[in-house]
């Protein structure tokens, strides 16, 4: 049976600080899991209800009662994995990199990392507001992404004028992203998801890009930030291709 302790212990890392304090993530479901066993991400223990057949001691069988105990889902999936956080690696900054200023939604940043992974961008540069990307929602969305991603966290700002980069902001009155020539190395920056690219970071813009609405009416205010990272990231990927 788990202790109370080793519940605590786990529960607590839903929370940003004891993650960071602790040095651990949680990770929940069984395709999830396999994916970053087989990655160089190092576990720490997988409780399930089901053997995966690893190493004995870092495999503990529980009940389904004591996973529901543990999970952050509603529904729990069979096992609840927690990973050491890994450390950071340096950005490499010679292809095409997302960054990310203040992006919040846990969801938009999970399917932002699977965006990263589907177009083969390696780098994902985060400002320190936007959301953990080791918070189990996060992780959860990138259904395995999160371990072929490098994720950074930074001053955005000063991170943007560094690099002699162009750097590409996403912005409802922008240069039409179809006309417009893009590199093979450069920055796309995506906004808040209310209030878009801060002005700090729109400082060390050297574009702004769009996409249009074609609807009769243009009655839609604006796009989901993963929706519009996805239709950019095609349109920079479909000139190189």
């Given at each position: 049976?788990?202790?109370k302790?080793?519940?605590?212990s ?63 889902l ?42 990263c ?37 930074v ?36 906004g ?14 050297t ?35």
């Amino acid at each position: 049976m788990l202790s109370k302790n080793q519940i605590k212990s786990i529960t607590r890392l839903k929370q940003k600080k004891y993650r960071y304090q602790q040095g651990f993530f949680v990770v929940e479901g069984i395709k999830t899991i396999k994916e970053l066993l087989d990655s160089n991400l190092e576990l720490q223990t997988l409780y399930t209800t089901e053997s995966f057949n690893i190493d004995a001691k870092d495999e503990i069988i529980i009940s389904e009662n004591e996973l529901k105990r543990i999970s952050f889902l509603t529904t729990p999936n069979k096992a609840l994995a927690v990973f050491k956080i890994p450390k950071p690696k340096p950005i490499k900054t010679n292809k095409l990199i997302v960054a990310l200023d203040a992006v919040r939604d846990p969801g938009n940043l999970g399917t932002i990392i699977r965006l990263c992974d589907w177009f083969g961008v390696g780098e994902l540069v985060c400002s320190k507001e936007t959301v953990d990307c080791y918070n189990p929602k996060v992780v959860q969305a990138t259904m395995g992404s999160i371990t072929r991603v490098n994720i950074s966290y930074v001053e955005l700002d000063g991170f943007l004028k560094q690099h002699g980069l162009p750097v590409y902001g996403a912005f409802m009155d922008g240069e039409v992203v179809y006309t417009k020539s893009l590199p093979d190395a450069g920055i796309l920056v995506m906004g808040n998801e209310a209030n878009g690219i801060s002005k700090p970071v729109e400082a060390a813009l050297t574009d702004k890009i769009s996409i249009p609405r074609f609807g009769d009416l243009q009655a839609t205010e604006s796009l989901n930030v993963a929706t519009a990272t996805a239709i950019l990231l095609s349109e920079f990927k479909r000139r190189v291709y």
